[in-house]
Nanobody, 126 residues
Framework: EVQLVESGGGLVQAGGSLRLSCEAS????????IGWFRQAPGKGREGVSC????????YYGDSVKGRFTISSDSAKNTVYLQMNSLKPEDTAVYFC???????????????????WGQGTQVTVSS
């Protein structure tokens, strides 16, 4: 059974940092892409970042480039999202998701990801 479990969300002041974790199980970690998405109240789900575990390629949405860093630890089957210089507009529920391929196409497209975690709340106060 595939499982993705996010952790690390919380309340932080603008300008602060948080690190989210996504622990994965139920598949070969190196054979998948893992993405982070977020959904703010009243808005659609937005692709934040993606890592292709087979070769370490990373992708970022324009709104987080230069502030967020995605990384992967295969020994722990865990993907991290380091979020720095947080802004109030980063407030959202953050989800991790996995694909069953390592394709480099549409890395931030919600439709390519099959398995989803339950989400973790990130709130940035001004």
């Amino acid at each position: 059974e595939v499982q993705l479990v996010e952790s690390g969300g919380g309340l932080v002041q603008a300008g602060g940092s948080l690190r989210l974790s996504c622990e994965a199980s139920g598949f070969t970690f190196e054979d998948v892409a893992i993405g982070w998405f977020r959904q703010a109240p009243g808005k659609g789900r937005e692709g934040v970042s993606c890592i292709i575990n087979s070769d370490g390629s990373t992708y970022y949405g324009d709104s987080v480039k230069g502030r967020f860093t995605i990384s992967s630890d295969s020994a722990k089957n865990t993907v991290y999202l380091q979020m720095n210089s947080l802004k109030p507009e980063d407030t959202a529920v953050y989800f991790c998701a996995s694909d069953i391929t390592t394709a480099h196409t549409q890395p931030l497209s919600e439709s390519r990801f099959i398995y989803w975690g339950q989400g973790t709340q990130v709130t940035v106060s001004s």
